[in-house]
C-alpha cells in the first residue's frame, strides 16, 4: 500500500507494510498495550511481545479462547473470555 500526502511530491512515496497493528494505550489495557497483534486467520490472532510470540486469541462462537505458546498446533488452551481486550489482558499478564 502506498501513502500519498495532499502535499505529496512525485519523486517520493512511503510505503507500509501490514505485519500486524499495535494496540492503543488506555489505563484498562496494562501490559497489553504493547502487544503486537496479527491476524492469522479469520477468528485466529497471534500475540507478540517484542521479538516473542506468547500466544494466540481464537474466536468462537461469542467467547475469545486464550492460547500460551509460540507455536498454534502447540498452545495450550489458558482462559476463556467474553471480550477481545479482556483476552489479550490475561495473555499479557502472564508475560513480564
Known sequence: MTIISPDHDATTSTSTASTGSPIMAH??????TKAQVTPITATVFQ???GD???GYVES???????????????????????SFASALRHLAQGVR
Open 27 to 32: 489505563p484498562s489495557m496494562g501490559t497489553s
Open 52 to 54: 516473542r510470540i506468547v
Open 47 to 49: 500475540v507478540s511481545m
Open 60 to 82: 468462537v462462537d461469542a467467547i475469545w479462547k486464550v492460547r500460551v505458546g509460540s507455536r498454534l498446533a502447540h498452545a495450550a488452551h489458558v482462559h476463556t473470555a467474553t
